[in-house]
């Protein structure tokens, strides 16, 4: 059974740094690409950041590029997105999510981790 | 800037028949934008029901069928059921590794 877990959300200040991470088990994570996806409080789903099953490519939302970092190491089956200057409108959870490839819209998700930017 | 464009609010019968719209500000949803369609109850992580289009993911009924309509992508439930009462989202990809969601679409059963 695929399962997605992640973590690292916290409250954190505009202007912070957060890391959020992902573990993945259940299948062979190295041959799949990863995606986060984000849900602002009472909004829609807005897709934030895919990488492929490599590591070697990634993309981004315009809403998030030059700021996020998406990576993954996949010895350790393992997610993660780097969050920089973080706004109040990052405000959101944030859910890891398992896709055949890049091109191909995520399958799994996780249950989400809450990111809280306030003063 | 890529606008993906759903109906934001639906009522069905239940026992009835309703299909929801997934479209593109500009320009035509085809199979190549690999239309994908997710369900979410409050307080819930997204259910993927169909990807590619129309391939139903694992678990998920029969009456939940994906197409290409028109220049829409479309997600049509057969045989509405209260608990399909949910918020209904469509996901499209723009290219070079670019996915846009819709808004959502509020079905109610009733």
């Known amino acids: 059974e695929v399962q997605l877990l992640e973590s690292g959300g916290d409250l954190e200040q505009p202007g912070g740094s957060l890391r959020l991470s992902c573990a993945a088990s259940g299948f062979t994570f190295s041959s799949y690409a990863m995606s986060w996806v984000r849900q602002a409080p009472g909004k829609g789903l807005e897709w934030v950041s895919v990488?492929?099953?490599?590591?070697?490519?990634?993309f981004y939302a315009d809403s998030v590029k030059g700021r996020f970092t998406i990576s993954r190491e996949n010895s350790k089956s393992t997610l993660y997105l780097q969050m920089n200057s973080l706004r109040a409108e990052d405000t959101a959870v944030y859910y890891c999510a398992k896709a055949p490839r890049v091109s191909a819209a995520p399958v799994d998700w996780g249950q989400g981790t809450l990111v809280t930017v306030s003063s | 800037q890529t606008v993906v464009t759903q109906e934001p609010s639906f009522s069905v019968s239940p026992g009835g028949t309703v299909t929801l719209t997934c479209g593109l500000s500009?320009?035509?949803?085809?199979?190549?934008?690999?239309p994908s369609w997710y369900q979410q109850t409050p307080g819930q992580a997204p259910r993927t029901l169909i990807y590619t289009t129309n391939t139903r993911s694992s678990g998920v009924p029969d009456r939940f069928s994906g197409s290409i309509l028109g220049n829409k992508a479309a997600l049509t439930i057969t045989g509405a059921q209260a608990d399909d009462e949910s918020v209904y989202y469509c996901?499209?990809?723009?290219?070079?590794?670019?996915?846009?969601f819709g808004g959502g679409t509020k079905l109610t059963v009733l």
């Open positions: 500009s320009g035509s949803v085809s199979i190549s934008s690999y």
């Open positions: 990488i492929d099953s490599g590591g070697s490519s990634s």
């Open positions: 996901v499209l990809y723009v290219g070079t590794g670019i996915w846009v």
